[in-house]
């Protein structure tokens, strides 16, 4: 599985492709998937991966892959950038408890970009 997740620009954000880790192209690895959930190092849940899209924890839409079924329109991607060397993830800590997702469909997330990620450093 090798996805690549754009933000609501289209610009190629983060990418995934062991099925698992979620790295960003500077190999500085972001996130990981347990289930239908994204989830930071630091046991914070991100928000939650359904159909080739991941939604904030107000149903908001964040990224989307090639593989995203339904949603709003896409809007053009832009190239993706060149991956650099892979560090190695930290180890995961006590994952938080999950909130109750909310229905999608509210729009793009205004943290759509890097900034999704930013409370994983």
């Known amino acids: 599985m090798d996805l690549t997740f754009y933000d609501a620009g289209g610009r190629a954000t983060a990418y995934c492709d062991d099925g698992r880790v979620i790295y960003a192209f500077s190999g500085v690895p972001l996130a990981y998937f347990e289930g239908d959930s994204v989830y930071a190092f630091n046991g914070q849940h991100l928000g939650w991966w359904e159909r080739g899209w991941v939604h904030d924890h107000q149903g908001a839409w964040v990224f989307f892959t090639e593989s995203a079924v339904g949603g709003p329109p896409t809007p053009t991607r832009h190239a993706r950038p060149a991956k650099a060397y892979k560090n190695v993830p930290p180890p995961q800590a006590f994952k938080h408890v999950k909130p109750v997702p909310v229905a ?16 994983t450093r």
Request: charged share 5%; no cysteine.
């Open 104 to 119: 999608g469909g509210l729009g793009w997330s205004s943290r759509s970009g890097p900034q999704f990620f930013q409370s």
